[in-house]
């Protein structure tokens, strides 16, 4: 497995505005011992791949992949999302990191209305994800990966079998979003290992799990009261799931996602202290 991290453990989630820089990241990574990471949102991380390749160079890191939010349901987007795509495929195919994955923006839909699409929105989004398929494994030779996520269209176990039906796309699946809703991970891991092709590494924290699903707290508003816990204490059985990657001889990338919290610890330390543990799995 090739272990990384992520820029959204340090709580970036756009190109401009955050709190640590590119360098700065790269560098946390490094100092935390990581060997890779995702390349987070688009215009974060340098986007000219000879700079790119040479800032990782330098901390001795490797590229996972790369991961895009996009508002799936909306009509008339696909030239936004073409784009996009071909800005990541570029990036991606030179530097020989060939994952990337897509997934819908929770921010679009209505705080009443957290995910709910129509016949004709669930339509719409599966037409782009075929056509963001089709366009990256043609033109760019990358493989592309659907993330379902929480307050998405794509969030509940039924959603995600239909998205499994209606297209030949595989996942990428994320052990925190699955468990959100009090879904078992490794269950459904088993049921689609087939159609699993990147693994994010989440764990949840139940008592903030159980304020959302009592409807005492939003689904986007549980972030940052931490529901997302450390890798090493919540609902998820992450001994198990990392047993069952074994078991199935997984060889992909394997990326700890640490969504910061209001009174979360400092990410780095966080960083650190989920690879540790994680390697102590990997290798028993």
């Not at 959204?8 to 990581?34: E, K, Q």
């Not at 047993?243 to 640490?258: A, H, M, N, T, W």
């Amino acid at each position: 497995m090739l272990i990384g991290n992520a820029p959204c453990s340090w709580g970036v989630f756009y190109p401009m505005g955050n709190t640590i820089t590119a360098d700065g990241y790269l560098d946390a990574i490094a100092r935390a011992g990581y060997e890779a990471t995702e390349l987070g949102p688009l215009g974060f991380l340098p986007t000219e791949p000879a700079k790119l390749e040479d800032a990782l160079a330098r901390r001795k890191l490797t590229l996972t992949g790369g991961a895009h939010v996009h508002t799936l349901a909306a009509p008339g987007t696909w030239p936004e999302l073409r784009a996009s795509l071909d800005s990541l495929g570029i990036i991606l195919s030179t530097l020989d990191a060939p994952h990337l994955v897509l997934m819908d923006e929770s921010e679009w839909y209505p705080r009443d209305q957290p995910g709910v699409v129509d016949e004709a929105g669930w339509k719409t989004m599966i037409g782009y994800v075929r056509d963001a398929q089709t366009h990256v494994r043609d033109t760019y030779g990358v493989e592309l990966t659907f993330h379902p996520h929480v307050g998405t269209c794509v969030e509940f176990e039924s959603q995600i079998d239909r998205l499994l039906e209606e297209t030949d796309v595989n996942l990428c699946f994320d052990t925190g979003h699955h468990a959100f809703w009090n879904q078992d991970p490794v269950a459904y891991m088993r049921k689609n290992w087939e159609r699993i092709g990147y693994m994010h590494l989440k764990n949840v924290d139940p008592k903030v799990r159980a304020r959302v699903l009592a409807g005492e707290l939003g689904p986007n508003e549980s972030f940052a009261a931490g529901v997302m816990s450390p890798l090493t204490e919540g609902a998820v059985d992450i001994p198990a799931v990392i047993s069952f990657l074994k078991e199935k001889r997984y060889d992909g990338p394997c990326v700890i996602e640490q969504d910061p919290s209001e009174d979360g610890d400092d990410p780095e330390q966080l960083a650190a202290k989920n690879l540790v543990y994680l390697k102590r799995l990997v290798t028993e």
